[in-house]
């Protein structure tokens, strides 16, 4: 992997330490930390779990930690605490994390993330959002929706 691939996985790695310690617990710190460093390690460029890796907390912890890291990022994006993901905090989200040269692009990414209901709601629910993270990690396909989770695909 180039240096600038490490960085930037450095750099991911330690927003999720900062963002886990403030909504975990020592347990949770330990298994989320240790994971991640067994896989800065690993050489194969890819993620891996075995058996041989030691955790000290079970499936149900991993799972409060993932579910911790998905709610948080939740509330980052939800800047008006009132449950709802709208376009314009989306469009804040996006560029506050990516140079855009034109918001029809975000506008467009949000458009295909929603559904129906989320539009009359007026925007995305924690549970909705919850839903479409369980989609982006686990649909390999492009016509997913849930792709646009994080803003525009670079083209």
């Not at 991640?36 to 050489?43: D, G, W």
């Not at 009359?120 to 396909?141: D, H, P, V, W």
Request: hydrophobic content about 30%.
């Amino acid at each position: 992997m180039n240096s600038r691939g490490n960085s930037q996985r450095k750099l991911v790695q330690e927003f999720q330490k900062k963002l886990l310690e403030k909504f975990l617990d020592e347990s949770q710190k330990y298994f989320w930390i240790s994971g991640l460093r067994r896989i800065s390690h690993t050489t194969s460029q890819r993620l891996e779990y075995t058996s041989s890796v030691e955790f000290k907390t079970g499936e149900s912890d991993a799972q409060q930690a993932m579910k911790a890291f998905i709610d948080a990022h939740y509330q980052m994006m939800d800047i008006n605490n009132d449950g709802l993901v709208s376009i314009e905090e989306y469009r804040y989200n996006c560029i506050s994390r990516i140079a855009m040269d034109d918001i029809k692009k975000v506008d467009d990414s949000y458009n295909q993330l929603v559904s129906d209901e989320d539009n009359k709601r007026g925007g995305i629910t924690l549970q909705r959002y919850q839903e479409l993270y369980a989609q982006f990690m686990g649909n390999e396909s492009d016509k997913c929706a849930a792709i646009y989770l994080y803003g525009p695909i670079p083209e």
